[in-house]
C-alpha cells in the first residue's frame, strides 16, 4: 500500500501548457522531497519542502506543501519537451524513512 | 566529483541463484540507502547503512540483506532469486542521516530474473 498517492498517473501535454501533479497522503511527513526521473537514470532532486505551507519555486517549476503536511503539488507553467520524464514525491516520516509515491509519467509533445 | 556508482549495470540470472549488487557512495559521503523499482510497485526501500551499520530495513523478505564497508561501499545481496525479483535496484548516498537530507541516486542496475 502506498503512502504517498500521486496524481495523476500519467499526462500528455503540447508544449506550452500548463500543469499540475498531486501528491497525497493520510500521513504527516516532517518534510517532502520531489524528483524527476529520466529513462536508465535514478532519481535527481528538484525541491525539498519542510515547512507547511511552503512554497517553491524553480524556474517554471512551482512546489507547495499543504499547511497540515500531508500532500505536495508540483505546478509547472508552460511546459517544454525537456520537462519529460517520471516525476516522483517522496516523504520523510518520523523513522527518517523515505517513502515515495508511485510517480507520475510526464510527455511534453513539441 | 564523481557521482554515486552502481555496478553492474545490467544483470541476467536464473531463478534460485544468488546476486550481489554494489555501490560506491559519493566522496564523503557515510549513508547509503538501496531502493527496488518496479513498474508495478514503483520505487520501494530496502535499506539504509551509516557508517557499517544497518539503521532502517524495509518490508523485505530475509532473501535480501545488505552491507557497508569502511570506506562507505555497499552491497547488497539477494539470494534464491524469484522472478518477482526482476527490478530496477537504485543506491542512493548522502553526507548524513538527518530527515530532509538531500539523496544522491545512482543509475541503478537492471536485474533479470529468467
Known amino acids: 500500500t502506498q503512502l504517498l498517492e500521486q496524481s495523476p498517473q500519467f499526462l500528455s501535454i503540447q508544449e506550452g501548457e500548463n500543469l499540475t501533479v498531486y501528491c497525497n497522503s493520510s500521513s504527516v511527513f516532517s518534510s517532502l522531497q520531489w524528483y524527476r526521473q529520466e529513462p536508465g537514470e535514478g532519481p535527481v532532486l528538484l525541491v525539498t519542502v519542510v515547512t507547511g505551507g511552503e512554497v517553491k519555486k524553480l524556474k517554471r517549476l512551482t512546489f507547495q506543501f499543504g499547511d497540515a503536511r500531508k500532500d505536495s503539488s508540483l505546478h509547472i507553467t508552460a511546459a517544454q519537451p525537456g520537462d519529460t520524464g517520471l516525476y516522483l514525491c517522496?516523504?520523510?516520516?518520523?523513522?527518517?524513512?523515505?517513502?515515495f509515491g508511485g510517480g507520475t509519467r510526464l510527455m511534453v509533445k513539441p | 566529483k564523481a557521482g554515486v556508482t552502481q555496478t553492474p549495470r545490467y544483470l541476467i540470472k536464473t531463478r534460485g541463484q544468488q546476486v550481489t549488487l554494489s555501490c560506491s557512495p559519493i566522496s564523503g559521503h557515510r549513508s547509503v540507502s538501496w531502493y527496488q523499482q518496479t513498474p508495478g510497485q514503483g520505487l520501494q526501500f530496502l535499506f539504509e547503512?551509516?557508517?557499517?551499520?544497518?539503521?532502517n530495513k524495509g518490508n523485505f523478505p530475509g532473501r535480501f540483506s545488505g552491507r557497508q564497508f569502511s570506506n562507505s561501499r555497499s552491497e547488497m545481496n539477494v539470494s534464491t532469486l524469484e522472478l518477482g525479483d526482476s527490478a530496477l535496484y537504485l543506491c542512493a548516498s548522502s553526507l548524513k542521516r538527518e530527515v530532509g537530507e538531500k539523496l544522491f541516486f545512482g543509475s541503478g542496475t537492471q536485474l533479470s530474473v529468467l
Open positions: 517522496a516523504g520523510y516520516n518520523a523513522g527518517n524513512m523515505l517513502t
Open positions: 547503512y551509516f557508517s557499517e551499520t544497518q539503521r
